[in-house]
């Protein structure tokens, strides 16, 4: 066996083949020393079979660790995944003796909540398994492990309650997966972007997600979860626009206040998306739109300014674009400086030179701040690059050109099937009834 | 699914202004306009009942499929024909008065045919998408819209400006005689239940048509409102004076608090999301009416992939719009706007009786279809 694993790998320092012979039986193991961790391969073998208090072979036999290997194709691959390969009496058997290195701190991060779970689920594939089977215990749970990229073949799990899956939605996951072609898949953002195919899709069609609260939750709504190893993040799919403006809390706080916070939310969305493009075409082409006094108002804080208002708002959004991106990379004891400095030159500097007009300046913190309130990440950013699209229509064509912008977007959202199931739709109760639903007669 | 039968009512309910109807009651107001519209009521509330309860019997089924299963080609193909340009021609008087609209209450230094060749790239846009889809943006938009249509009407309906003995007074000419092109419009209110010969392709087979009280009711509502409000801002002879009348009395309406003053731009905001709708809608039921005629068509209802036969049908349709505002005026388009609705109004009850009946003969075969297999269960028994 050592012969031949040599002649397959390349000249290798980590790859270490050992030939052992006790009293009755003789060995040949290998493994790979940088994968696996030295402790659990000695306890596990070289101790049992040094004292021979029992034949080691009856040891390999019964032990439920180690997992007889049938091909010789297999080797390589579960060698590569820090498994210990044995070779004894002309049968191959693997131990798993891997060692990961992964973050230890296990709270969530990126999607925080205030009284929720605060666990997150952390790299290693197992531990996210033992995550959500905690929180899903149902025998009706399925999980179907695969390996993705060619060269990277990172470890997937899909789980998905067998009971309440949409079978068609699954079988189209099945399918895309089974076509990605890709060397190597690192994150959750590649896999989710080779899964959905169309490059240029703006909306997420898919949720990512760190909390296992989140995901058992989705598992019992019938949809369908890919745990990656090595990243910490599920894909939770398919989701509708709504799902992605929802947080957890949302269902953990109370009643009133939640709801009014969601529909706040809905309503900074459009903050966010239209308050650029209407300043430009009110303040350009209907200024009389506003009661009087406010008219005034606005063109008075923008009597020094020297350019038209897109212009303004360019430079602005620019400004503020770029003061969100550089907070984001700095580290954090710089980073406070940055939105000092940058807080200080947007804030009073610019208006006080006359570059930009004082609304101006609390119309770009509104659309910054409104654009935060999204929840999911990726919606943010598909919501944060809206408004450029709506600035050039307001430019040529005003508030017609806003409405007109804002009907496409949500046609263009009503058009987007996550993984066949509708993006933007609207459930009230009736869908639920025993009436049924539409699309029934032409689908079947 | 009622709800999306009911919104594709209400939407064609609400484009009534647009399609100059409440300008050819008012006209008519001193010579049978009121009791034209009180005969529409009736009169409409039985189409819709007539043509909705009979498409049920065809679950799944828009009306080319009806006809060309039981109907030879070259006699249904016309007909075809004949549907989708009257739907086209509809969307095009609204599109071409909108975009004066615009151009005359929003932005009057920008030209009518540039605000067109936008409307007409979204409503390209918009069409081409699946019937699916649009069922989903038009429950959107009728959510999104609904507030404002009620705060207009309740703006107008409670501010004291609006004055009552105008209304009445037209009222009283309700003895006149009906006529018919004043009836033609009114019946226009109710004609929103002609989407379902496309949109009944999405909707479920067990589709039963509940709360059936909403038509006429709704219908009589929205009737009243659009014909008497301008009334009774304008008085009974000033009225006459405008050819954007609801412009003219969203205009007449202010608002004391908030930021906007003038409820007109409210009014414009939602005309104009209602005017897309319609449009997106017309052209959508006038390409699958266009498509059907193919031989090779196989009606899809969500299709992954918009084909290049729907971007080259809307894009002539775009095409054919320019057209028409080129060639025609704003007078002129009012005028056809009243021709297109007395034409509509005949389309509409031909094609209501007809599906009746097809859906009468299905129900007879299959009445005695079970009479038939009772009778062999007797006999066998």
Same mark, same amino acid.
């Given at each position: 066996?050592?012969?031949?694993?040599?002649?397959?790998?390349?000249?290798?320092?980590?790859?270490?083949?050992? !030939?052992?012979?006790?009293?009755? $039986?003789?060995?040949?193991?290998?493994?790979?020393? +940088?994968?696996?961790?030295?402790?659990?391969?000695?306890?596990?073998?070289?101790?049992?079979?040094?004292?021979?208090?029992?034949?080691?072979?009856?040891?390999?036999?019964?032990?439920?660790?180690?997992?007889?290997?049938?091909?010789?194709?297999?080797?390589?691959?579960?060698?590569?995944?820090?498994?210990?390969?044995?070779?004894?009496?002309?049968?191959?058997?693997?131990?798993?003796?891997?060692?990961?290195? @992964?973050?230890?701190?296990?709270?969530?991060?990126?999607?925080?909540?205030?009284?929720?779970?605060?666990?997150?689920?952390?790299?290693?594939?197992?531990?996210?398994?033992?995550?959500?089977?905690?929180?899903?215990?149902?025998?009706?749970?399925?999980?179907?492990?695969?390996? =993705?990229?060619?060269?990277?073949?990172?470890?997937?799990?899909?789980?998905?309650?067998?009971?309440?899956?949409?079978?068609?939605?699954?079988?189209?996951?099945?399918?895309?997966?089974?076509?990605?072609?890709?060397?190597?898949?690192?994150?959750?953002?590649?896999?989710? !972007?080779?899964?959905?195919?169309? &490059?240029?899709?703006?909306?997420?069609? $898919?949720?990512?997600?760190?909390?296992?609260? @989140?995901?058992?939750?989705?598992?019992?709504?019938?949809?369908?979860?890919?745990?990656?190893?090595?990243?910490?993040?599920?894909?939770? =799919?398919?989701?509708?626009?709504?799902?992605?403006?929802?947080?957890?809390?949302?269902?953990?706080?109370?009643?009133?206040?939640? @709801?009014?916070?969601?529909?706040?939310?809905?309503?900074?969305?459009?903050?966010?998306?239209?308050?650029?493009?209407?300043?430009?075409?009110?303040?350009?082409?209907?200024?009389?739109?506003?009661?009087?006094?406010?008219?005034?108002?606005?063109?008075? +804080?923008?009597?020094?300014?020297?350019?038209?208002?897109?212009?303004?708002?360019?430079?602005?959004?620019?400004?503020?674009?770029?003061?969100?991106?550089? +907070?984001? &990379?700095?580290?954090?004891?710089?980073?406070?400086?940055?939105? $000092?400095?940058?807080?200080?030159?947007?804030?009073?500097?610019?208006?006080?030179?006359?570059?930009?007009?004082?609304?101006?300046?609390?119309?770009?913190?509104?659309?910054?701040?409104?654009?935060?309130?999204?929840?999911?990440?990726?919606?943010?950013?598909?919501?944060?690059?809206?408004?450029?699209?709506?600035?050039?229509?307001?430019?040529?064509?005003?508030?017609?050109?806003?409405?007109?912008?804002?009907?496409?977007?949500?046609?263009?959202?009503?058009?987007? @099937?996550?993984?066949?199931?509708?993006?933007?739709?609207?459930?009230?109760?009736? $869908?639920?009834?025993?009436?049924?639903?539409?699309?029934?007669?032409?689908?079947? | 699914?009622?709800?999306?039968?009911?919104? *594709?009512?209400?939407?064609?309910?609400?484009?009534?202004?647009?399609?100059?109807?409440?300008?050819?009651?008012? #006209?008519?107001?001193?010579?049978?306009?009121?009791?034209?519209?009180?005969?529409?009521?009736?009169?409409?509330?039985?189409?819709?009942?007539?043509?909705?309860? *009979?498409?049920?019997?065809?679950?799944?089924?828009?009306?080319? %499929?009806?006809?060309?299963?039981?109907?030879?080609?070259?006699?249904?193909?016309?007909?075809?024909?004949?549907?989708?340009?009257?739907?086209?021609?509809?969307?095009?008087?609204?599109?071409?008065?909108?975009?004066?609209?615009?151009?005359?209450?929003?932005?009057?230094?920008?030209?009518?045919?540039?605000?067109?060749?936008?409307?007409?790239?979204?409503?390209?846009?918009?069409?081409?998408?699946?019937?699916?889809?649009?069922?989903?943006?038009? %429950?959107?938009?009728?959510?999104?819209?609904?507030?404002?249509?009620?705060?207009?009407?309740?703006?107008?309906?409670?501010?004291?400006?609006?004055?009552?003995?105008?209304?009445? /007074?037209?009222?009283?000419?309700?003895?006149?005689?009906?006529?018919?092109?004043?009836?033609?419009?009114?019946?226009?209110?109710?004609?929103?239940?002609?989407?379902?010969?496309?949109?009944?392709?999405?909707?479920?087979?067990?589709?039963?048509?509940?709360?059936?009280?909403?038509?006429?009711?709704?219908?009589?509502?929205?009737?009243? /409102?659009?014909?008497?409000?301008?009334?009774?801002?304008?008085?009974?002879?000033?009225?006459?004076?405008?050819?954007?009348?609801?412009?003219?009395?969203?205009?007449?309406?202010?608002?004391?608090?908030?930021?906007?003053?003038?409820?007109?731009?409210?009014?414009?905001?939602?005309?104009?999301?209602?005017?897309?709708?319609?449009?997106?809608?017309?052209?959508?039921?006038?390409? %699958?009416?266009?498509?059907?005629?193919?031989? *090779?068509?196989?009606?899809?209802?969500?299709?992954?992939?918009?084909?290049?036969?729907?971007?080259?049908?809307?894009?002539?349709?775009?095409?054919?719009?320019?057209?028409?505002?080129?060639?025609?005026? %704003?007078?002129?388009?009012?005028?056809?706007?009243?021709?297109?609705?007395?034409?509509?109004?005949?389309?509409?009850?031909?094609?209501?009786?007809?599906?009746?009946?097809?859906?009468?003969?299905?129900? *007879?075969?299959?009445?005695?279809?079970?009479?038939?297999?009772?009778?062999? #269960?007797?006999?066998?028994?």
């Amino acid at each position: 066996m050592i012969n031949r694993i040599l002649t397959m790998f390349a000249e290798a320092k980590d790859l270490i083949t050992k !030939r052992l012979r006790n009293d009755d $039986t003789y060995i040949e193991i290998a493994y790979i020393d +940088s994968l696996c961790d030295e402790s659990k391969i000695s306890e596990a073998i070289f101790v049992p079979f040094s004292r021979n208090q029992k034949p080691f072979q009856e040891i390999v036999e019964f032990s439920s660790e180690f997992k007889p290997v049938h091909e010789m194709t297999e080797w390589t691959s579960s060698l590569l995944r820090g498994y210990v390969l044995v070779h004894i009496n002309g049968k191959y058997y693997s131990y798993d003796a891997s060692r990961n290195i @992964r973050i230890e701190t296990q709270t969530t991060q990126v999607e925080s909540s205030i009284q929720g779970p605060q666990l997150a689920l952390t790299e290693d594939l197992k531990d996210g398994l033992n995550l959500i089977r905690n929180r899903y215990p149902e025998p009706s749970l399925a999980v179907e492990e695969r390996t =993705l990229g060619t060269v990277s073949k990172t470890r997937i799990a899909i789980l998905f309650d067998n009971r309440k899956v949409n079978s068609k939605v699954l079988k189209n996951v099945q399918k895309k997966l089974l076509e990605i072609n890709s060397d190597m898949l690192h994150s959750a953002g590649e896999v989710v !972007r080779e899964l959905v195919g169309n &490059r240029k899709q703006l909306f997420p069609t $898919t949720l990512i997600s760190e909390r296992p609260d @989140r995901i058992s939750n989705s598992i019992a709504q019938g949809k369908i979860v890919i745990l990656m190893h090595g990243s910490m993040f599920g894909i939770i =799919l398919p989701v509708t626009f709504f799902d992605l403006m929802n947080s957890m809390d949302d269902q953990y706080e109370g009643f009133w206040m939640s @709801r009014t916070l969601l529909i706040m939310r809905y309503f900074s969305v459009l903050l966010t998306v239209t308050l650029p493009a209407m300043y430009i075409s009110i303040v350009s082409y209907n200024p009389e739109l506003f009661r009087v006094q406010l008219a005034f108002s606005i063109a008075g +804080s923008r009597s020094a300014v020297p350019y038209p208002s897109f212009i303004e708002v360019l430079v602005m959004l620019f400004m503020i674009e770029m003061l969100v991106e550089a +907070s984001v &990379r700095l580290p954090r004891y710089i980073g406070s400086t940055g939105t $000092t400095v940058g807080g200080l030159i947007l804030g009073q500097a610019a208006q006080q030179a006359g570059l930009v007009s004082s609304i101006m300046i609390i119309v770009t913190s509104v659309v910054a701040i409104t654009n935060f309130v999204i929840p999911n990440n990726a919606m943010a950013f598909a919501i944060r690059f809206l408004k450029y699209p709506l600035i050039l229509l307001a430019v040529f064509y005003g508030i017609t050109g806003v409405c007109i912008g804002m009907f496409i977007y949500f046609v263009y959202l009503s058009s987007i @099937r996550s993984f066949g199931v509708p993006y933007f739709r609207l459930h009230g109760k009736l $869908t639920r009834s025993a009436e049924g639903d539409l699309g029934q007669v032409s689908s079947t | 699914m009622n709800r999306y039968y009911y919104y *594709s009512f209400l939407y064609v309910l609400l484009i009534n202004i647009m399609m100059f109807v409440p300008n050819i009651l008012i #006209q008519n107001r001193f010579t049978g306009g009121v009791s034209s519209m009180l005969l529409a009521i009736p009169f409409g509330t039985m189409l819709v009942l007539v043509f909705s309860s *009979s498409m049920t019997k065809f679950p799944g089924k828009a009306v080319p %499929e009806i006809l060309y299963e039981r109907y030879p080609r070259w006699f249904v193909t016309p007909v075809m024909w004949v549907l989708a340009s009257i739907y086209l021609l509809g969307s095009i008087i609204v599109l071409v008065a909108f975009s004066v609209v615009i151009n005359r209450f929003y932005n009057p230094d920008t030209s009518s045919t540039i605000v067109l060749y936008l409307l007409i790239a979204a409503c390209i846009y918009c069409a081409t998408r699946t019937t699916l889809s649009l069922l989903f943006i038009l %429950e959107m938009l009728i959510i999104i819209n609904a507030p404002l249509v009620v705060f207009v009407l309740g703006k107008a309906l409670f501010t004291s400006d609006l004055d009552w003995d105008a209304m009445h /007074t037209v009222a009283n000419y309700v003895t006149v005689k009906p006529n018919l092109d004043s009836f033609a419009a009114a019946t226009y209110i109710f004609s929103g239940y002609l989407n379902l010969s496309i949109l009944n392709r999405a909707l479920p087979p067990n589709f039963r048509l509940k709360h059936r009280w909403i038509i006429p009711l709704v219908g009589t509502l929205a009737m009243f /409102t659009s014909v008497f409000i301008p009334i009774g801002f304008h008085g009974t002879e000033g009225v006459d004076e405008y050819l954007f009348i609801w412009s003219i009395t969203a205009d007449s309406m202010k608002m004391e608090f908030g930021f906007i003053e003038r409820v007109l731009f409210l009014y414009l905001i939602l005309y104009l999301n209602l005017t897309l709708l319609f449009t997106t809608f017309g052209w959508h039921k006038a390409m %699958e009416f266009l498509k059907s005629t193919s031989k *090779s068509y196989k009606p899809e209802l969500d299709a992954d992939k918009t084909p290049i036969l729907n971007w080259v049908i809307c894009g002539s349709f775009g095409l054919l719009t320019i057209i028409y505002s080129i060639v025609v005026d %704003e007078k002129q388009n009012y005028n056809i706007a009243g021709k297109w609705l007395v034409i509509r109004f005949f389309t509409e009850v031909i094609s209501a009786i007809w599906i009746f009946w097809l859906a009468y003969r299905v129900r *007879s075969k299959s009445k005695s279809k079970s009479k038939i297999n009772v009778k062999e #269960q007797t006999e066998s028994k």
